[in-house]
């Protein structure tokens, strides 16, 4: 056993943890040491469920030998290479896999190395894309309460989760946001998508009626609100949005950085819902967790849009020194390839009913206030402690862990959205596991 598989001799006071209670996990750390298809292995040896494919990332599931061997080739054979004024084959090769498998017309494709680096990139293109055809006054952007869009100053402001703003006081200026969906008065318990709220998609109106519609540039969304925990949008929602947008001349971006790579049983939340935005940002499954990589599914009005001038000008002035890194390219084709061969990026639809039947099956609990469902992801909701939002909800998750369940805790939600190879008998134990708990612990 080498040292870092020691909790007890582990030194921890130099890694500043990110979005974690440092102090608290310092004290009692949960360590992962390997993971093999459905499972971590922690260093104290205990196999651990994977209810939430790491961070809603893993969808191929632990240990792709494919891709390992797919990173190794490449990175032996060209470790890097630049994607400014250069190129290389992979990058290429992968962004005609990827445009074969977007929703119709998604197909020019930017790559970056994260959910905060797409979001901030189409949020910029947006901007860019506006100013080329002439609608230069249109700098707004508007994003939606409880939204998740990563941590960029872009992505935070036009995210809507309090605590991941509130701190840092800077945002972006011109940022505005439509109302979040979360209706528990109208929505407890709903499977699949709640029946109540269409009509809060006309928010957009509000924001045209006070801003003015020629002031606004974009509206991103998550189709589902993931890091919130897993909001389904309500009947019609998606559809409305995408209407007024048209009507009002603002592009619609779909963050499917989560929803993205067969979440929901198809391959984007865009086909689930038979919505089409102008653009999608991506990233985790795109590599299924393995090397940080993200990407930007761009029509091709916004591409050609920006396509003008000059051959020999830069179009977009905007790319990081890893995009389309060789060896996050290199992971990201094995890993399409193991999702088309296996069907991955629609085995979730044959799963779903069990998934949902499963998740509602824990309705009556002590405690639990909601139960949310859509494709493969799920939330549990229990109801806050009086002694503060999140408390009961630490509970449940350290004693889910202690039991052999890893899940993401929002708050006082449960969100699952567990590897795409899931079979019945693992979504039995993930639910019986979290249910024990909620039963001691909530
Ligand atoms: C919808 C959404 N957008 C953006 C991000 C940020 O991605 P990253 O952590 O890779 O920067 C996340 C991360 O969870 C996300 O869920």
Not at 211 to 236: F, M, N, Q, W, Y
């Amino acid at each position: 056993m080498t040292l870092h598989q020691k909790p007890n001799t582990l030194q921890t006071d130099s890694f500043w943890m990110p979005f974690t209670a440092n102090r608290q996990f310092k004290k009692a750390p949960r360590l992962f040491a390997s993971a093999e298809g459905m499972h971590y292995t922690t260093v104290d040896g205990r196999k651990v469920i994977d209810g939430s494919a790491g961070l809603w990332c893993v969808n191929a599931g632990h240990g792709r030998r494919q891709i390992a061997t797919a990173v190794e080739r490449s990175l032996t054979n060209l470790d890097f290479a630049p994607s400014f004024n250069m190129g290389h084959p992979l990058a290429f090769d992968f962004a005609e896999r990827l445009a074969e498998i977007a929703p119709k017309g998604l197909d020019r494709i930017f790559f970056t190395n994260s959910g905060s680096e797409s979001v901030d990139t189409a949020l910029k293109i947006a901007l860019a894309y506006q100013r080329a055809i002439g609608q230069g006054t249109r700098t707004r952007l508007i994003g939606r309460e409880r939204g998740y869009h990563g941590v960029g100053f872009g992505g935070m402001s036009v995210g809507g989760m309090v605590a991941n703003r509130r701190a840092f006081a800077t945002h972006l200026p011109g940022v505005d946001h439509i109302r979040h969906t979360h209706d528990l008065a109208r929505n407890a318990f709903a499977k699949d998508e709640p029946e109540h709220g269409a009509e809060l998609a006309d928010d957009v109106e509000r924001m045209v009626a006070l801003h003015g519609a020629d002031t606004i540039a974009a509206v991103i969304v998550e189709p589902v609100p993931g890091s919130t925990a897993v909001l389904p949008p309500p009947k019609g929602y998606l559809k409305r949005l995408r209407e007024l947008c048209d009507k009002h001349g603002i592009l619609l971006i779909f963050d499917e950085v989560i929803t993205g790579f067969g979440r929901l049983g198809t391959p984007f939340a865009a086909d689930y819902f038979g919505v089409t935005p102008d653009m999608m940002t991506t990233a985790k499954g795109i590599t299924n967790g393995t090397v940080p990589c993200g990407a930007v599914f761009a029509s091709r009005k916004i591409h050609d849009g920006l396509m003008t001038g000059p051959e020999g000008t830069i179009e977009l002035f905007h790319g990081y020194t890893y995009s389309a890194h060789p060896t996050a390219c290199a992971a990201g084709l094995a890993t399409l390839d193991i999702y088309k061969d296996e069907g991955l990026l629609t085995r979730g639809a044959s799963m779903a009913e069990y998934w949902r039947d499963a998740l509602h099956s824990l309705k009556g609990l002590p405690n639990v206030i909601d139960i949310r469902n859509v494709g493969l992801m799920g939330a549990v909701e229990v109801a806050p402690r009086k002694e503060g939002v999140a408390a009961r909800g630490y509970d449940v998750m350290v004693d889910c862990f202690n039991r052999g369940l890893y899940l993401r805790m929002s708050g006082d939600s449960f969100a699952l959205s567990p590897p795409l190879i899931v079979e019945k008998s693992h979504i039995d134990d993930i639910v019986s596991i979290l249910g024990d708990a909620i039963k001691r612990v909530a």
